[in-house]
């Protein structure tokens, strides 16, 4: 499986419009953060996520195919990128599943209703909400949603594997930590260095790296407070932070 990392930044993105601060002032590419989203390629392509970004990342990775989207809650930077689905249903003559919780699946059909409602609208995205209640398979792949909360929001991360994909989580229950134990690879958020209410600072996710286990963590959801080099420097050797364009091939 490929893992490409479509956007690793907070809903607000990095560079943050007419901040002036010197992350948002980088020339290293790796703090130029497109909203947090990842997609998956194995025998199937599937996008976790279509943020605000959705657009721009399929032409910047030349996504040419896409067989799912899988949405871990309905906050607006994870879900308003779905009206440009359509041109994969014009590629493929299909439509696409859409999966998530029934929470989720029931704001974003009010979020798009003109995608749900008789049809009324000429070339939108064809999109068919796919409720979750169990583990799923889409191609090749079998994934296990994982309950986590954003705040007081339940949001899925997803299992496939030895991988793990865990985003917007400032609590892990211990049944949610006990599937996530033997991963390799890991993806949390980790928004800044101080504490934040609904976010993991960099320090807690490597705590909970740690408590899992993982060979590995790459950390999402950065916003413009953190340097890339900067905050490697500050974390342990197992934890790095993710960037824009990452591949891992699993």
Not at 128 to 157: A, C, K, S, T, Y
Not at 220 to 239: F, I, Q, R, W
């Amino acid at each position: 499986m490929k893992v490409t990392f479509l956007g690793t930044g907070t809903s607000r993105g990095v560079p943050i419009i007419g901040c002036q601060c010197r992350v948002c002032h980088s020339s290293d590419p790796r703090n130029h953060r497109l909203r947090t989203s990842i997609l998956l390629q194995s025998k199937a392509s599937i996008v976790i996520d279509t943020s605000v970004d959705f657009r721009s990342q399929m032409l910047r990775y030349g996504v040419k195919r896409l067989d799912a989207v899988l949405f871990t809650h309905s906050h607006a930077d994870h879900i308003l990128g779905l009206d440009d689905v359509y041109p994969f249903n014009i590629w493929s003559g299909t439509r696409i599943p859409a999966y998530g919780s029934e929470e989720t699946l029931k704001e974003i059909k009010l979020t798009f209703r003109h995608l749900f409602e008789e049809k009324v609208y000429r070339g939108v995205s064809e999109i068919d909400l796919v409720p979750i209640e169990g583990n799923l398979r889409i191609g090749d792949l079998d994934l296990e949603p994982i309950q986590v909360f954003h705040g007081q929001l339940p949001v899925l991360g997803f299992r496939v594997g030895s991988f793990a994909y865990v985003t917007d989580v400032s609590h892990i229950p211990k049944e949610s930590y006990e599937k996530l134990m033997g991963v390799d690879s890991l993806v949390l958020d980790g928004l800044r260095y101080e504490e934040h209410p609904t976010h993991f600072s960099l320090a807690q996710a490597a705590d909970a790296a740690a408590r899992v286990g993982a060979k590995e963590t790459y950390l999402v959801h950065m916003t413009h407070d953190v340097d890339h080099e900067e905050g490697n420097a500050y974390l342990p050797d197992s934890v790095q932070l993710a960037y824009d364009g990452l591949v891992l091939e699993l």
